[in-house]
């Protein structure tokens, strides 16, 4: 009787695992472990490159709003050199956002001039108190 590795044109010597239950289960985990590891690679990445995820989702927006982006790719270190390592509304050394000065879904563009360091609450406040009219003023001139 031919062997399994003639039949299925595999080289002599090698040997042909079958996957037995126990080793499903084991692939089911290790794929778990791949996928864990990818997630955790994944926020190291946008951790270590916050520019790219602010331009990442610079661009998820426009082609959100339907608007034609424009873009002048800078780094958190020339955003921090050109306005300082702080809250640019409040001085908060600890902030982690970025704020389009006008808004995105309003036009505004992704570069230096129109982009500043914000905290979370600065944030927020700025879209309660300016953004979403500026965001309507632009939608009733036919922005988008
Ligand atoms: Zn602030």
């Known amino acids: 009787?031919?062997?399994?590795?003639?039949?299925?044109?595999?080289?002599?010597?090698?040997?042909?695992?079958?996957?037995?239950?126990?080793?499903?289960?084991?692939?089911?985990?290790?794929?778990?472990?791949v996928e864990d590891r990818r997630a955790r690679l994944n926020r190291e990445y946008w951790a270590r490159n916050p520019h790219r995820r602010w331009r990442h989702r610079y661009l998820q927006r426009c082609k959100k709003y339907a608007l034609v982006p424009t873009l002048v790719p800078f780094t958190k270190e020339d955003l921090?050199?050109?306005?300082?390592?702080?809250c640019f509304d409040?001085?908060?050394?600890?902030?982690?956002?970025?704020?389009?000065?006008?808004?995105?879904?309003?036009?505004?563009?992704?570069?230096?001039?129109?982009?500043?360091?914000?905290?979370?609450s600065c944030n927020r406040r700025k879209y309660r108190e300016s953004d979403r009219l500026m965001i309507a003023a632009f939608r009733k001139e036919g922005g988008s």
């Open 90 to 120: 409040c001085g908060d050394p600890d902030w982690d956002q970025l704020d389009h000065r006008t808004p995105v879904a309003a036009g505004g563009s992704h570069d230096l001039e129109n982009c500043r360091p914000v905290c979370a």
């Open 80 to 86: 921090v050199d050109a306005w300082g390592d702080r």
């Open 1 to 33: 009787m031919e062997s399994l590795s003639t039949l299925c044109g595999v080289p002599q010597g090698l040997e042909i695992v079958r996957e037995s239950s126990s080793s499903a289960t084991s692939n089911t985990l290790l794929s778990e472990l």
